[in-house]
């Protein structure tokens, strides 16, 4: 159970902005639509400042970073 | 402080306002454009919309205050905050009232916008097309320079700018490809689920 | 006691406490609507978060076109899916049960609605209709909840998911009419019926609704359905939401929920039949089906239907192939349901298992439907 925070895309509120994968490259493409398609993984900590600036610039405030992964 | 220099500073700055809050809608509408070049990415519209938000304020503030401490005109802070309270161009200073008041509504939000939600931000961030058009009348109606070539410049570009800005957003809402797809889409579905 | 057996009067329901879930635990029962998901888990969620205000949705929306076991159950049976749902009621501690049923199904919706009416008055308060869409993702556990709450069978994000947050903003069991029929008989008898029910389609000679012990071979499940009508190439195995097999593979493969996702629907295709025509239908179903609320599902399906109907149409060709793996790959996990995921898998199953007709086919007469 890791205590490292993970990307996280509310698929509703995503408009395809792409705001994300400019300022997120490393972890986050593009899809041949513009939807996000996330890298795996916890986001690493030298990135976090920049996921966390994700989280505030997305236009639909659909990112999200949580701690350790849910599971259904 | 002298008189003329603050009644120079409050137009002074109520001409920088004008113009940085025409720079900041054309950016806004730009960013809801999802305009980008190969060496201007998205967040530098979006970061620089949310800047000169801030810068505009400041400006405004300074307009605001030499506004009001000026003795020339007496306006008193009730003039500056409660519309079409001071005697003294009653109607044009209650409209810049009324644009400072909406400003400061969008701001705000916009500041704690992770805490209300996109929906609420959305429709408060829309005043943005009430407070513009408020605030240059407000500029034509008190301006004592108004009728001067440089402020008429002004104006006018700043109407330009903006009024070009809105009829692009206007014509790309129905050329952007993808919105169109799923708006049919989704009425199509409505309309199946409904029969 | 199997489900489908003709039963009489059943008698006054047994007594069940909070211990039943230990005993559900026990007797392993996975879920029938389509994930296989540990009944006893789903349970214990709701029960440690229920505070009396539980509500048990009962899902028999049976969105899967093909699939026609949910309904017959609930015709010839609906006493027995009743009781599931008033076992799960009182050790949940529910004050609420939503009989979430398609629109289509009248038949179902009668015969639970008499056989409400002969039940006691306490049970009837609880109970209300709710009327799913026709629609394929209607009888996903979101979008059930989202229905009975504000009127869009539409999926939402989770979390949180109905087992927190659901109907009425309580905790909600969303579990299929066939898996609350099991609960019923391990209640009343203390052991599971061991059976799975399963619908067949395409080329069977007996298409329809059988009752097969679990464990049993698709081969064998098929004779029980009156055998093959021609020799089958494929077999479908769990419906749109499953995935293709080739017949060797598929005829030893021994029947489970986790084994057969989908409800249960094993669609056979006939020698003769092309399979790439029938997946670019499928397809095209498929992503009308989407409910147009994430990016790449709404874009993505539409794409990949496209795709295989321009194969379809118009012959293989390598920009098509190579765009249909690659974005078959991509929807997965990129949408708030799991309904991109079911199209990609599925999609996927039918490039490996037809591969070498995807890569040489060309326009031809199509079959008329059976």
Redesign the interface.
């Known amino acids: 159970m890791s205590s490292r925070l993970h990307v996280v895309v509310d698929r509703i509120k995503c408009d395809g902005s792409g705001l994300c994968a400019e300022l997120l490259p490393e972890l986050i493409r593009l899809d041949d639509w513009g939807y996000p398609i996330l890298a795996q993984g916890p986001v690493p900590e030298h990135l976090r400042p920049l996921a966390e600036r994700v989280v505030e610039e997305c236009p639909m405030l659909a990112i999200a970073l949580h701690r350790g992964k849910r599971t259904p | 402080m002298s008189n003329s220099v603050l009644w120079y500073a409050t137009r002074g700055a109520g001409a920088v306002t004008i113009i940085l809050l025409s720079c900041v809608v054309i950016l806004g509408i730009l960013?809801a454009l999802?305009v980008q070049g190969e060496s201007w990415?998205?967040?530098l519209t979006?970061g620089l919309h949310r800047n000169l938000a801030l810068m505009t304020l400041v400006f405004l503030a300074l307009h605001i205050v030499t506004a009001v401490v000026d003795t020339y005109t007496n306006l008193g802070w009730a003039a500056a905050l409660i519309p079409f309270s001071s005697y003294y161009r009653t109607f044009w200073l209650g409209l810049g009232a009324i644009a400072f008041e909406l400003l400061l509504a969008i701001v705000a939000t916009s500041l704690v916008?992770?805490y209300i939600?996109?929906n609420m931000w959305r429709l408060i961030h829309w005043l943005t097309y009430t407070a513009w058009p408020v605030a240059v009348l407000h500029g034509l109606g008190t301006g004592t320079d108004t009728w001067s070539a440089w402020m008429l410049a002004i104006t006018a570009a700043c109407i330009a700018g903006v009024g070009a800005a809105i009829v692009l957003r206007l014509a790309a809402a129905s050329r952007d490809p993808?919105a169109t797809?799923?708006s049919a889409?989704?009425t199509a579905?409505e309309r199946r689920?409904s029969r | 006691m199997r489900l489908l057996d003709a039963h009489s009067d059943l008698g006054p329901l047994p007594q069940v406490g909070r211990g039943f879930i230990d005993a559900l635990e026990r007797s392993g029962l996975a879920g029938r609507g389509g994930a296989g998901f540990s009944t006893a888990t789903k349970w214990r969620a709701v029960g440690q978060r229920s505070r009396g205000d539980a509500v048990i949705l009962v899902n028999g929306a049976e969105g899967e076109p093909q699939s026609k076991k949910d309904r017959v159950l609930m015709t010839a049976q609906p006493h027995l899916v009743l009781d599931g749902a008033f076992v799960a009621a009182r050790v949940l501690r529910a004050r609420r049960i939503v009989l979430y049923i398609g629109e289509r199904h009248q038949a179902a919706r009668a015969a639970l609605a008499r056989a409400l009416e002969r039940r006691p008055e306490p049970e009837l308060r609880l109970v209300t209709f709710a009327a799913a869409p026709a629609r394929y993702v209607a009888g996903a556990e979101a979008a059930a909840v989202h229905l009975v709450n504000e009127g869009f069978a539409t999926p939402t994000t989770v979390p949180p998911y109905p087992f927190e947050r659901g109907v009425d903003g309580a905790p909600t069991l969303v579990q299929n009419v066939e898996t609350l029929a099991h609960v019923a008989v391990l209640a009343r008898t203390g052991s599971l019926p061991g059976t799975m029910l399963l619908t067949f389609a395409g080329g069977v000679d007996h298409a329809g609704v059988v009752e097969a012990q679990v464990g049993t071979t698709i081969g064998d499940a098929v004779a029980m359905a009156g055998g093959p009508s021609s020799v089958p190439r494929a077999v479908l195995v769990g419906g749109y939401f499953g995935r293709w097999m080739r017949r060797e593979e598929a005829w030893q493969l021994p029947l489970t929920p986790a084994a057969v996702l989908g409800c249960g629907v094993i669609g056979l295709l006939p020698e003769g039949r092309c399979p790439v025509c029938d997946t670019a239908e499928i397809m095209s179903y498929l992503a009308g089906e989407s409910s147009a609320q994430c990016g790449p599902c709404f874009f993505g399906l539409r794409a990949l239907a496209d795709a295989c109907t321009r194969i379809a149409e118009q012959g293989s060709n390598p920009g098509d192939l190579e765009r249909l793996h690659r974005w078959a790959a991509e929807v997965r996990g990129r949408g708030a349901c799991k309904h991109p995921d079911g199209a990609g898998i599925f999609l996927s199953s039918a490039l490996s298992v037809f591969a070498a007709d995807f890569a040489a086919h060309a326009p031809h007469v199509r079959w008329q439907s059976a």
């Open positions: 960013s999802r990415p998205r967040f979006t916008r992770a939600g996109h993808l797809h799923r889409f989704r579905v689920d």
